[in-house]
């Protein structure tokens, strides 16, 4: 079973657009939600992160958007860059124990 | 920079022959993780060590084993690498009770030849 869903698979956006990907989850327990950026043939690196009693989170022109009573919570890049271009994971976390969790991924392409 | 190493960055293996991969690092985590990775999904986490206690997922083959024989390193061996096998194998780390997630290596490319 999915612990954390992830969509879309993939998007294409325009540069300076907006791109956007879901994540949900199901086991209240979680209590921390990253979001991994990784480019091909690297290891997953840490982009920006949430606990649950925020619900948004910038960093840049990366936003997390969390829905504490839906379950939801979302990436948001503005301005997207060609240099953004790399598969995003979604994860929830709980502690204690490190449950770790990765959505299924999306591989986002930015296009000039 | 407190990090996660992963040695060597590409490894090509043949059929049947032994592979050791290896994975240090800095940031004094208690906790270790090999994680699978084939192409164009998500990483599958194969093992864990909480200190020196070993965790296997339930669906990880007997081929693949590990040893931590210290708080820096951890190794992942495959006994005989079977042509599936070839994926990227990351290695991470965290801290119970961290108020972060995992950090990952870079990870090592195998091929099986």
């Known amino acids: 079973q999915q612990q954390v869903k992830q969509s879309p698979q993939s998007l294409i956006v325009q540069k300076g657009g907006i791109s956007i990907i879901n994540c949900a989850y199901e086991?209240?327990?979680?209590?921390?939600f990253p979001w991994y950026q990784q480019f091909p043939g690297k290891g997953p690196a840490l982009l920006i992160a949430?606990?649950?009693?925020?619900s948004e989170k910038k960093e840049g022109r990366f936003t997390i958007s969390f829905n504490k009573s839906a379950k939801q919570f979302s990436l948001h890049i503005m301005d997207s860059q060609p240099g953004d271009s790399a598969t995003y994971f979604c994860?929830?976390?709980?502690?204690?124990?490190?449950?770790?969790?990765f959505g299924t991924g999306t591989s986002l392409t930015v296009i000039p | 920079d407190a990090m996660v190493i992963q040695n060597p960055r590409y490894q090509v293996t043949q059929f049947g022959k032994p592979v050791t991969l290896s994975c240090s690092q800095t940031?004094?985590?208690?906790?270790m993780y090999w994680y699978q990775q084939k192409s164009s999904q998500a990483p599958k986490l194969l093992f864990h060590?909480?200190?020196?206690?070993?965790?296997n997922e339930a669906d990880t083959p007997d081929n693949f084993q590990s040893r931590r024989p210290n708080t820096s390193f951890c190794f992942l061996d495959i006994r005989s690498p079977g042509l599936g096998d070839a994926a990227m194998y990351l290695c991470?780390?965290?801290?119970?009770?961290?108020?972060?997630?995992?950090?990952f290596g870079s990870g090592t490319r195998l091929t099986v030849v």
């Open positions: 940031l004094n985590h208690n906790v």
């Open positions: 991470a780390t965290s801290r119970v009770g961290g108020m972060d997630g995992y950090t």
């Open positions: 949430i606990r649950p009693d925020v």
């Open positions: 060590y909480y200190d020196k206690d070993f965790n």
């Open positions: 086991n209240t327990a979680f209590d921390y």
């Open positions: 994860a929830a976390m709980s502690r204690p124990g490190n449950q770790f969790y």
